[in-house]
């Protein structure tokens, strides 16, 4: 649990955490807006900073967006769910370490989010953000996020496609 200092933002968010015996562990956020007044708040979650899977140059960057991103360049990708990015996932990955790590929503609501992979000089880092612009929390509710799941494979891309079809297929 996390509530906000901050008089101006007058939140509590909860995070609940799930693993199993799949390669993946499961997140959601909650937030709860106890003041009186409407929040526009841009939300970013999960956010992992820092990310490396054995050397930053072998660490290779998979953002199917339109026009998909496959290497191990340093940029920054930036895109929000719909044409510009059809999927909900996103796959990082090192073939020499021997496998990665995948990012995956599960919204079957299409709600607004912008997804965000970033490789630089202190490694990878990646979030889903909601905007400000379309999450607004009403005063005395609370809002609940899309579960996110981050996934851990061997090998490359692929698998966190595999992934995805099987999650799409169920």
């Known amino acids: 649990r996390y509530v906000s200092t901050d008089p101006t933002l007058p939140l509590r968010c909860a995070v609940t955490m799930r693993v199993d015996e799949s390669p993946e562990a499961s997140f959601e956020l909650a ?18 900073n820092g990310l490396r899977l054995g050397e930053l140059d072998d660490l290779q960057c998979f953002f199917p967006q339109y026009r998909n991103a496959l290497g191990p ?10 044409v510009a990015f059809p999927m909900q996932f996103f796959d990082l990955f090192d073939e020499r370490a021997g496998g990665g790590v995948w990012l995956r929503t599960e919204d079957l609501a299409d709600r607004q989010r912008n997804y965000v992979l970033s490789k630089q000089s202190d490694g990878a880092r990646l979030f889903v953000e909601y905007p400000g612009l379309t999450t607004r929390l009403a005063p005395g509710t609370m809002s609940g996020f899309p579960v996110t799941k981050l996934g851990f494979h061997a090998g490359d891309w692929r698998a966190a496609v595999q992934r995805y079809r099987d999650w799409l297929a169920t």
């Open 31 to 48: 937030v709860h807006n106890d003041g009186p007044q409407p929040v526009d708040a841009e939300i970013r979650f999960p956010v992992l």
């Open 73 to 82: 360049d340093r940029e920054t990708y930036y895109a929000y769910a719909g």
